[in-house]
C-alpha cells in the first residue's frame, strides 16, 4: 500500500431496502485519496455519489445496507471498527460540509455556540473562553472579515456565503484528516462560488488536508480536482487525472458530459442539439439488469454491451467502464 | 420596428419591516430599474440572490404591485388591465410563467393531462386529445401517450420541467417569462432544455424574459441582459457586449468567477475572485451600491450614486468610471 494513501474503498456496495423493493445506489464501487489530494466524485442526481461518502462517514439510514471488501482510513478498517470508534473519528479526522449549510446549523444556537460545541465534543477540557478565543480564529481562518460580531449572530442572520463559511470552521475545527464537501457551491452565486472555491483550496494546502469533492457540476471540479471519478447510475464509469477527464474522455457519458459543459461555456448549446438528442432521461434505478447501465442512452451500442462491462485499463492512465474501446 | 411588449419605467418594489418594536424600515428589493423588451426577444435578467431579480418577474406577472414606477404591457398600464374593468384574463394568457422548481410547480395529485388541460379550462377554450397530444411531443416528450396519465413523481427534473413548459405554451402566449428554468437540473439536462427553449422560441415566434443566475447558459440564447445589483440594473446591453465586453467591475467580477471547464487554462489556475457580499438591501452603501466591492472606485463612488450612463449602442451603464470627462 501506498505511503502516502489516506483512503482506501474497495469494492463499496450500497443497497436501500424498502418496503416492496430494493435500490442498488451504489454498485461497487472502488477509489483512493492520498493526502493532501482533492478527489471529485461527478455525477447527476441519482448516480450514487452522495450515498458514497455517507457511506464513508457512517452517517446512512438504517435500511441502507453497506458491503465492502474493505475501507482503510488511515491504515485502519473502519468497516469493521464499532461506532464508539466511528463517533471518535467522525468530525474529527473526517468531517463534511453540506449543500444547505444554513438548514444544518442549529437555528436557535449562535454561531459562536456551534462552533465551541465543536470544539468542545473532542476537546472536553477547555474553557468557554478558550473556545471562544479558538472560534475568532477558526472564523479568520475561513476569512470571516468581522468574527466577534460573527460569533453572536444566529444563522438566520448568515447570508449563504457566511453560513458555508461558518460550516468549514466548524468542520475544520479538529484539524481534519479529509473533508468531503458534498456539492458545497451549488447554492452559492456566481462570485461565492468562487470565493468558497479558494477558500477550500487554501486550506488544502495549509493542513495538507485531502478533500472529496462531490458534485455535479464539473467546471467546479476543473479548478479543485487532482483526479475525478465519474459515476453514472451508482457505478463509476470513468476515472483519471482531472486533465484526462478533460482533454480525453473517453467513456460516452463522460464525454458528453465534457461536451455539454463546454458548450454551455462558450454559449454553444445549439451545437449539441444532435449529440445528445438520441439521449433519453435515466430510467428508474431499480429497473437495472445485468447489462451495461448506459445502454438505451449510448449511440455506438453493440451486442456485447447486453452485458455489464467491467471497469477496464485503458491506455494505462485511465480506467473506464465500457466495451466499445 | 419591432413591437415592444414591455415598457418598465423606474420601478420601485419596497417592502415594509419591522426591526424593532417601534422601528421600521424598508427592504429596497428593487430600486428604479427601467427595461425595454421588443417582440421576440430573449431579454435576461442576471444577478445574485438578493438583486431583486425575483421581485422584478413577480410584478411583470401582476403578483406584486410596484411600489413606484410603471410596467405597460403592449402599450396599457398593467395596473388597469388587471383591475376590475381591465382584460386580466387575456394578459394571463399572453404572459405565461415558468419557475425553477418543477417539484412545486406541479399539483402531485393531477395527472400530466389533467395539468395540461387545466389552462384550457380557465380560460374556456376546446381541448382536443390532439392538442395535448401535440403539446407534449413538441416538448420531447415522446411518445405522449405514455406520459398522459403519470403525476409528477412519475417524472424526472428534466420531464418535469418539460411539461411546465407545455403547461405554459397551451395558450400560444406572446411571453413566456422563466425564472430559473434550469437551476434545479443536471448538466445535460440543462443544455437539452436550453434548445428545446430555443427551437420552441424561432417556432412560435416567443417572447422570453429569462431570470436567471446561472451567467454561463444565457451566453447560448440571450439576446439582451441586465445585470442586476443589490435592486439597480447596473449594466444592460445586447448579449455579446456583455459577454465580450463587459464595462461595469461588477459584470466583470461575475464573468471572471466562473470556472472555465479546462484545468490547464490559466484562468482556471487563478481563478479570479470578486471579494465581498453584495449589501443588506435595507440599509445598502451610500453612493455607488457596489464600491465596497469595487477594486476600481475612487473618490466620488461613496458619496454620489452614478447615472445610468449610453456608452453604445443600446449598451447602458451604472458608473462613475464611464462619466469622468
Redesign the interface.
Known amino acids: 500500500m501506498e505511503n502516502n494513501l489516506l483512503l482506501k474503498v474497495e469494492e463499496l456496495n450500497v443497497e436501500y431496502l424498502l418496503t416492496d423493493y430494493k435500490v442498488d445506489a451504489v454498485k461497487n464501487v472502488s477509489f483512493y485519496v492520498r493526502k493532501g489530494e482533492c478527489v471529485a466524485l461527478v455525477g ?2 441519482g448516480s450514487g455519489k452522495s450515498t458514497v461518502a455517507m457511506a464513508i462517514m457512517g452517517l446512512l439510514p438504517p435500511y441502507a445496507k453497506i458491503s465492502a471488501k474493505e475501507i482503510l482510513f488511515d491504515g485502519k478498517d473502519i468497516l469493521k471498527a464499532d461506532e464508539k470508534f466511528m463517533s471518535e473519528i467522525r468530525g474529527r479526522d473526517v468531517t463534511v460540509i453540506f449543500q444547505d449549510p444554513i438548514s444544518y446549523l442549529n437555528p436557535i444556537i449562535s454561531v459562536g455556540e456551534q462552533i465551541s460545541e465543536a470544539l468542545k465534543a473532542h476537546n472536553p477540557k477547555i474553557s468557554d473562553k478558550e473556545a471562544q478565543a479558538q472560534a475568532i480564529e477558526l472564523l479568520k481562518k475561513v476569512r470571516i472579515a468581522d468574527p466577534e460580531r460573527v460569533l453572536k449572530m444566529y444563522p438566520f442572520q448568515l ?4 453560513a458555508q463559511r461558518v460550516f468549514i470552521a466548524m468542520a475544520i475545527s479538529a484539524n481534519p484528516k479529509l473533508l468531503i464537501a458534498d456539492e458545497p457551491t451549488t447554492a452559492l ?7 468558497i ?2 477558500l477550500l483550496n487554501n486550506l488544502r494546502k495549509e493542513y495538507n488536508l485531502s478533500i472529496i469533492l462531490i458534485t ?8 479543485l ?1 487532482d483526479r475525478i471519478y465519474v459515476m453514472y447510475n451508482g457505478q463509476i464509469v470513468e476515472e483519471d487525472a ?2 484526462g477527464i ?2 480525453n474522455p473517453v467513456h460516452p457519458y463522460t464525454k ?3 461536451t ?11 451545437k ?2 444532435d449529440k ?1 438528442a438520441s ?1 433519453t ?2 430510467e428508474e434505478n431499480s429497473k437495472v439488469g445485468q447489462r451495461c447501465n448506459f445502454l438505451g442512452k449510448c449511440k455506438n451500442s453493440a451486442q456485447e454491451c447486453e452485458k455489464e462491462p467491467p471497469l477496464i485499463e485503458y491506455d494505462g492512465l485511465k480506467k473506464v467502464r465500457c466495451w466499445k474501446l | 420596428m419591432r413591437q415592444t411588449i414591455f415598457s418598465i419605467q423606474d420601478l420601485k418594489k419596497y417592502y415594509l419591516v419591522k426591526t424593532g418594536l417601534f422601528k421600521k424600515a424598508y427592504i429596497k428589493a428593487v430600486d428604479g430599474v427601467n427595461f425595454l423588451i421588443k417582440e421576440g426577444e430573449t431579454y435576461c435578467v442576471v444577478g ?3 438583486s431583486g431579480k425575483t421581485t422584478v418577474t413577480k410584478m411583470l406577472l401582476g403578483l406584486e404591485q410596484p411600489t413606484e414606477g410603471k410596467i405597460e404591457f403592449l402599450g396599457k398600464d398593467l395596473t388597469k388591465i388587471l383591475s376590475n374593468g381591465g382584460n386580466a384574463k387575456d394578459f394571463r394568457k399572453n404572459v405565461q410563467a415558468v419557475f425553477q422548481d418543477p417539484f412545486s410547480s406541479l399539483n402531485p395529485r393531477k395527472t400530466v393531462k389533467d395539468i395540461l388541460e387545466k389552462p384550457f379550462k380557465v380560460h374556456n377554450a376546446k381541448i382536443e386529445m390532439d392538442t395535448i397530444e401535440r403539446l407534449l411531443e413538441e416538448v420531447g416528450l415522446i411518445p405522449p401517450k405514455e406520459f398522459l396519465n403519470r403525476y409528477s413523481h412519475q417524472l ?4 418535469r420541467q418539460r411539461v411546465c413548459i407545455a403547461r405554459a405554451l397551451a395558450l400560444k402566449p406572446k411571453v413566456v417569462i422563466l425564472d430559473e428554468p434550469t437551476a434545479a437540473l ?7 432544455i ?2 428545446l427553449l ?1 427551437d420552441l422560441k424561432e417556432k412560435y415566434n416567443l417572447t422570453y424574459i429569462i431570470i436567471s ?5 444565457l ?3 440571450a439576446d439582451k441582459i441586465s445585470v442586476m445589483y443589490a435592486g439597480k440594473v447596473v449594466e444592460e446591453g445586447p448579449a455579446e457586449r456583455i ?1 465580450n465586453e463587459p464595462k461595469h467591475p461588477y459584470t466583470l ?2 464573468l ?10 490559466a484562468k ?2 487563478t ?5 465581498g ?2 449589501p443588506s438591501p435595507v440599509n445598502p452603501p451610500k453612493g455607488c451600491r457596489f464600491h465596497p466591492r469595487c477594486q476600481y472606485r475612487f473618490d466620488l463612488c461613496d458619496k454620489i450614486e452614478p447615472d445610468r450612463i449610453e456608452i453604445g449602442s443600446e449598451h447602458y451603464v451604472l458608473c462613475h468610471l464611464f462619466n469622468r470627462k
Not at chain 1, 447570508?159 to 457566511?162: A, I, W
Not at chain 1, 452565486?189 to 470565493?195: C, F, G, N, R, S
Not at chain 2, 443536471?186 to 437539452?192: E, M
Open positions: 447527476e442526481s447570508s449563504g456565503g457566511m452565486d456566481l462570485t461565492i462560488q468562487a470565493q472555491l479558494k455535479h457540476d464539473l467546471s467546479l471540479t476543473s479548478y480536482a482531472a486533465e478533460f482533454t458528453m458530459l465534457i455539454s459543459s463546454q458548450a454551455i461555456y462558450q454559449g454553444e448549446v445549439k449539441l442539439k445528445i439521449l432521461e435515466k | 445574485e440572490s438578493g424526472s427534473g428534466g420531464q443536471d448538466v445535460t439536462i440543462k443544455a437539452q436550453l434548445n430555443i443566475h446561472e451567467l454561463p447558459l451566453k447560448s440564447i459577454f467580477g461575475l471572471e468567477s466562473i470556472p472555465p471547464p479546462d484545468p490547464k487554462s482556471t489556475k481563478l479570479p475572485t470578486l471579494e457580499e453584495p
